[in-house]
């Protein structure tokens, strides 16, 4: 990367280090020589503490912020807990978001998702579709705090100068995804089914809904190259984002490309050697026909992913495999879990995002 705004011994902080987005950050961070990183485990800092995160800020004063924690979950976890996800989340993102500013941090990057987006959005869906009509009711305590969390941003922009940027990643699978069968999205949940399957030499395979609705996928080091090509651009262009009256501080970052839930299936089945028969079942919701971002802004700049789907999910799989063995495993993968129709839910915001 050359003229690089993130001076290399520059102090960064990556909020939510040791989550699927926070981890693909570091890493990239590490791979392009930046080793001044700043990170607290949960137990080290509760990011719903106000005065522990402002005195951690008081005290680190990082330049560059990553804020990639959040409390995320499914369609049960969402409406099991909402005023969990609307409280958590709103705290998390104002004690950062105003921690930052108050030690004049640089440059902030706020993880929005493609998920809080209205659910009739046009597709592919474009920056300016955020709060242009109803959100998905089973994710709405979730969504609303994320588009608090960009409105914040955007007014401290205005009224501090500051300079806070909401990427809006698609759905992202990759390195220390979540494998658990109740829990889990699309891809993780795809990948041990049908390795299960082949495992036990199951002749059939039996998915929730059609196999038609459309989805885009990002694989998790990809985001991670783009967060940190968008926090090292160049003042005017990075201004150019952020200091908009009338358009909010936001970007897409997806793949560009959407398929079939059946072709994904087909292509996982074929990634971890499964060559028993795919069924749907019809009977069983299918969520949203198509979700695809817009990612000409980002296009524009010159940020293209580099991974195709296949050699994404090829990656996955291996790191899946290294996983079974919970010493390796980043997140002590379990996978006695027993299997369970409930992971293929696409009506799940998880599986949906
Ligand atoms: N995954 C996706 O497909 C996707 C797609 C689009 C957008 N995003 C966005 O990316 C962001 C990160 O998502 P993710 O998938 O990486 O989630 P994740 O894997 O669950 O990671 C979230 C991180 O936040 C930390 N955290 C949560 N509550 C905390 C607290 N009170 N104090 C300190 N740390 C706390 C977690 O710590 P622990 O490890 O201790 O739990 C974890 O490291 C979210 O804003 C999400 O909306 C994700």
Redesign the pocket.
Known sequence: MKNLMMNHNAKIYV????????SAIVRALHRVGYNNLVLR??AE????NQAAVEAFFQSERPRYVFL?????GGILANSTYPAEFIF?NLL?QENIIEGARRVGADRLLF?????IYPKFAAQPMREDALLSGTLEPTNRPYAVA?IAGIEMCWAYNRQYGTRYLAAM?????GP?D?YDLQTS?VIPALIRKLHEAGISRQREVVLWGTGTPRREFLYSDDLAEACIFLMNLNQKTFDSLVQSETDAPLINVGSGRDQTIQELAELIADVVGFDGLLRFDPSKPDGTPRKLLDTSRLSSLGWEPKTSLRQGLELAYQEFLNALDPATSPRGVSVHNPPGDKLLNEGDS?AL?
């Open positions: 909020a939510g280090h040791r989550g699927l987005v926070g485990t949960r800092l509760n990011l719903t990639a924690a959040a409390k995320v958590q998390m993880l929005g998702s493609s998920c994320k990643p698609t759905n992202l699978y220390g979540n999205h998880r995002r």
